[in-house]
């Protein structure tokens, strides 16, 4: 490469065959970084550069401005060994300091040159060099042999050169690189093969076979009108919305929308060309779930709904070509897509000639687990708990629609149309409940009993499609938990932190009367001998999933240890209690309560016999401990009536005045006494103290 003197933008482009959509995104977002970061490290990059992550189904790039022809030189200063080491009795350089200086590119000639410095305790011996910086060349090659081994690849793929001999291994075949510096040619290789400046343009639609790239700032525009291609995945995917939302006013309606399958669409072509087309309105008789799911799983497309959110019969196609008459490509995708509604309709006429009560017998027959019996015995476990929560809740007609939701909600599992899109158990099982004229409540219950499925998805919508919801999510929750089967690391195959956080958050919004210890109790006998009594454990695995999303918050980690080392059976009273803490730490006073709170802990701790909360007033002798006591008499029973109220913030600023009576005791009272009287009933007065303070949180975890 002839260098220049200034900085100039960087184009890079890996040509490969058609790499996986649903990968896309993510392997162009990678390709990317670790270009940028790997230059970056190698001084090669200038301030504010701005970096363009170039993904398209046939090419991954970067096109990265203000990059240098050659990084500047650098200073180092290296140790090379202890004083002591290096050098003999005399002053002399040691076979190892010359061994170590050969190492390094020097010989004897520096000697002259090293210096002596304090390393620890001791001397040791430096070299100040100035060390060469990178060429583009150099560095380039250095990050793209680095992005190409840290690709995120789902599958490599091995392959021969056109030698026949040499195998390489990919995501897929790779065909060229372009690296231009400015319009100057950057000389790397990868994968075989040796950049240049040719790549090729949309497979059907470019202006020529091959195309010349001029400069690394003419790659965009000549890709798009010489190759018929947009080869910025954002650009790309923000051309696909805007087409799609121009397409959709002109028809009145709107797209559906979906991030991930806009990433996807955007993954399947070069250059996008939205056409709107329409299926027979007589397919809208089945449920709008069922043909949205087929249109966007199956084909790709964005079915268009109205104005109150209702699939119509038109949808939209994102072609990858675009021909001066549009008419075959769209009739062409009419006909694929009849024969898949076609399907849907077959299986829901056909699901609907059997009741949802006819189908749990056939529920005995499938495997839910191979030490928790089958999918009907689980269905027994769940209705239990249903009518057990439904219990805790007040029972009567509640228990009675809990436990027929409960009865009901696995049957879809075994109808066609689930068997097609398991996606939609539940939603199908909602709709032939009605069908099989069930009341709302129960069709609402059976539709809803998996929410929630993720993170901010909906809650049920009724008070039994919440009990059974939670009932199975305990099911699920003590079930495995009963027979050891948690989640390790990264793996948690039954998704039991989702179902936690599901729990969690039922619990905290639409059932704030209900105890998570006595909910977890209610659901164990459902499993008779099958499994070991997992209380315990699992209390603290979901106190482990509530603390995270209070810490997205903004709650800080005191604030949620304070509150959740106490383990409030109730999580609707968390948020609140989190508000208090955060009020009284605020307080003049807060601080050294808290650590008064952590002294007064240890000290408990430490006491050899077991210590009761009670005051003998005859034994208080000392004025601190006295005075201590008759602020503990009159501040504790306000602070209590406050508590029981649910008034956390103004329980503990009532509890604030005890700030200088605690010092004053800390100060003038021994409360190791000799005398056991007085030593038990100063332990009982600061255990007594210790339960007042912390019934809202655990306040010496505040202590710094």
Same mark, same amino acid.
């Given at each position: 490469?002839?260098?220049?003197? =200034? ?6 482009e ?11 995104k ?9 270009l940028v970061?790997?230059l970056?490290?190698?001084?090669l990059?200038g301030e504010?550069?701005?970096a363009?992550?170039?993904?398209t189904?046939?090419?991954?790039g970067?096109?990265l401005?203000n990059?240098a022809?050659?990084?500047?030189d ?6 090379l060994?202890?004083v002591a080491?290096a050098?003999?009795?005399?002053g002399q ?6 061994k170590?200086?050969?190492? &390094?590119g ?11 410095l304090?390393?620890?305790?001791a ?7 100035? =060390?060469p910086?990178a060429?583009?060349?150099?560095g380039l090659?250095k990050?793209?042999?680095e992005?190409l081994a840290?690709?995120?690849i ?12 040499? @195998?390489?291994k990919?995501v897929?075949?790779?065909?060229g690189i372009?690296a ?8 790397v290789?990868a994968l075989g093969l040796?950049?240049? #400046?040719?790549?090729?343009?949309h497979?059907f639609e470019a ?5 010349? &790239? ?5 790659y965009a ?6 190759g018929?291609?947009i080869a ?6 923000a ?7 121009? /397409? ?11 991030e ?5 669409v955007?993954a ?8 709107t ?5 007589e397919?809208?008789?089945v449920?709008?779930?069922c043909l949205?799911?087929t249109?966007?799983?199956?084909q790709?497309?964005f079915?268009?709904?109205?104005? /109150?959110?209702k ?7 994102v ?8 008419? /075959? =490509?769209?009739?062409?995708?009419e #006909?694929v897509?009849?024969p ?7 299986f829901?006429?056909? @699901?609907?000639?059997?009741?949802? %009560?006819d189908?749990?017998?056939?529920? %005995?027959?499938v ?5 928790l019996?089958?999918?009907?015995e689980?269905?027994?476990r769940?209705?239990?708990?249903a009518?057990? &929560?439904?219990?805790?809740l ?6 009675e629609q809990a436990?027929?939701?409960a009865l009901?909600?696995?049957?879809d599992?075994l109808t ?11 939603i199908?099982?909602?709709?032939y409940a009605?069908?099989?004229g069930l009341s ?7 539709? @809803? ?5 993720? %993170? ?11 009990v ?13 938990f ?19 956080l599901g729990?969690?958050r039922?619990l905290?919004e639409?059932a704030p009367?209900?105890a998570?210890?006595?909910l977890i ?5 459902a499993f008779?001998a ?7 454990p699992?209390a ?8 995270g999303?209070l ?10 240890d304070?509150?959740l080392?106490?383990r409030p059976?109730r999580?609707?009273?968390?948020a609140t209690?989190l508000?208090?803490v ?9 601080a050294?309560? /808290?650590?008064a ?5 240890n ?6 016999e077991?210590?009761?909360a009670q005051?003998n007033?005859?034994?208080? =002798?000392?004025?601190?401990?006295q005075h ?7 501040a504790?029973p &306000?602070a ?13 600023r ?13 100060d003038g009272?021994m409360v190791n006494?000799?005398?056991p009287?007085?030593r038990?009933?100063?332990l009982g007065l600061?255990k007594t103290l210790?339960?007042a ?9 505040? %202590?710094?």
């Open positions: 490469m002839t260098t220049t003197a =200034v900085n100039q933008n960087l184009l890079i890996l040509f490969v065959e058609e790499l996986p959509p649903k990968a896309l993510k392997l162009g977002e990678a390709f990317s970084a670790v970061d790997s970056k490290a190698q001084g990059v504010g550069a701005q363009t992550a170039i993904a189904p046939r090419r991954l970067l096109h401005t990059v022809p050659k990084a500047a650098r200073a180092v200063q290296q140790k060994m202890p080491v050098l003999t009795a005399e350089a040691t076979p190892a300091l010359l170590k200086l050969a190492g &390094i020097a010989d004897a000639s520096v000697l002259p040159q090293l210096k002596r304090p390393d620890g305790k001397e040791a011996l430096f070299l100040d060099q100035l =060390v910086g060429t583009l060349a150099e090659q990050a793209l042999d992005s840290k690709l995120p789902p599958k490599v793929m091995t392959y021969q050169l056109k030698d026949g001999w040499t @195998d390489v990919f897929r075949p790779a065909h372009v231009l510096h400015g319009a100057e040619l950057v000389a290789s040796q950049s240049g #400046r040719t790549t090729r343009g497979r202006s020529a076979p091959e195309l010349t &790239i001029e400069s690394a700032d003419s525009a000549q890709m798009r009108e010489q018929a291609v910025g995945f954002a650009e790309r995917r051309e696909i919305a805007r087409q799609l939302q121009v /397409a959709a006013a002109k028809e009145g309606l709107k797209p559906i929308e979906d991930a399958l806009l990433d996807e955007t399947l072509v070069e250059r996008p060309n939205v056409l087309c329409q299926f027979e309105p397919f809208l008789a449920p709008q779930e949205i799911l249109m966007k799983a199956n790709k497309y079915p268009l709904l109205d104005a /109150a959110g699939l119509t019969h038109k949808f939209l196609v072609s990858a070509i675009s021909p001066a008459d549009a008419s /075959a =490509v769209i009739e062409g995708n #006909r897509v009849r898949r509604l076609a399907d849907a309709k077959f829901f006429d056909q @699901d609907r000639k059997k009741t949802l %009560a189908r749990v017998p056939g529920l %005995a027959k495997v839910y687990h191979g030490k019996g089958t999918q009907g689980r269905v027994e769940v209705r239990a708990i009518r057990a &929560i439904a219990g805790l007040g029972g009567g007609a509640l228990t436990d027929q939701a009901l909600a696995k049957s599992l066609d149309m689930v068997g097609e899109f398991p996606e939609l158990q539940g199908m099982g909602g709709y009605r069908h099989d709302e409540a129960v069709a609402l219950a059976v539709e @809803d009993h998996y929410k929630p499925r993720f %993170a901010g998805d909906e809650l049920p919508r009724n008070e039994v499609g919440l059974v919801a939670l009932a199975d999510k305990l099911e699920t929750l003590v079930g495995l009963g027979i050891g089967q948690l989640p390790t690391g990264d793996k948690d195959p039954f998704a039991l932190r989702r179902h936690a729990l969690v039922m905290s639409r009367t209900l998570l210890d006595a109790e209610a659901a164990v006998p008779g099958l499994i070991q009594n997992p209380a315990g699992l603290d695995f979901v106190f482990d999933r509530l603390s999303p810490r997205e918050q903004g709650y800080s980690a005191q604030e949620v304070a509150v080392a106490l059976q999580l609707a009273d968390v209690r508000t208090a955060r009020a009284f730490a605020a307080l003049p006073e807060a050294a309560l /808290a650590a709170n952590k002294r007064i802990g000290i408990l701790k430490k006491s050899e077991p210590v009761q005051i007033e005859a034994l208080l =002798v000392e004025p601190g401990e201590l006591a008759a602020a503990l008499t009159n504790k &306000i209590d009536g406050l508590f029981h109220n649910g008034e956390y913030a103004a329980s503990l009532e509890l604030a005045v005890l700030k200088a009576p605690v010092d004053a005791f800390f009272v006494a000799e005398d009287a007085l038990a009933n100063r600061l210790h339960e303070m912390n019934r809202v949180a655990e306040l010496a975890r505040l %202590a710094s």
